[in-house]
């Protein structure tokens, strides 16, 4: 079993930034990857970005390539997301997720075993 809890979200005016948190409890945490995921209102979750258990290797949506910064704390048990030169379309809740099946990084939400209960990110204009 593994527990996560997101926190960070906010409110922010487009251009802004913001870092958001998962801390991870459970298993050990180097031992899996982890994502972030958005879902906007009466819109699919979709992946947004994922990190190896080491932390060597990340991978990103297009949308938010250049843009976000996907780390990890694995002394901290801590998942992190920089946002930065948001957008209005970047308004959703931001989940994080285990992946506890797999050593590549995959994008599929249905793969990932473990959801953090999602915090509120809403960019104004």
């Known amino acids: 079993q593994v527990q996560l809890v997101e926190s960070g979200g906010g409110l922010v005016q487009a251009g802004g930034s913001l870092r958001l948190s998962c801390a991870a409890s459970g298993r050990t945490f180097s031992w899996y990857a982890m994502g972030w995921f958005r879902q906007a209102p009466e819109k699919e979750r979709e992946f947004v970005a994922a990190?190896?258990?080491?932390?060597?290797?990340?991978y990103y949506a297009d949308s938010v390539k250049g843009r976000f910064t996907i780390s990890r704390d694995n002394a901290e048990n801590t998942v992190y997301l920089e946002m930065n030169s948001l957008k209005p379309e970047d308004t959703a809740v931001y989940y994080c997720?285990?992946?506890?099946?797999?050593?590549?990084?995959?994008?599929?939400?249905?793969?990932?075993?473990?959801w953090g209960q999602g915090t509120q990110v809403t960019v104004s204009s």
């Open positions: 990190i190896t258990g080491s932390g060597r290797t990340t």
């Open positions: 997720a285990a992946d506890v099946s797999a050593y590549n990084l995959r994008t599929t939400p249905d793969v990932y075993d473990y």
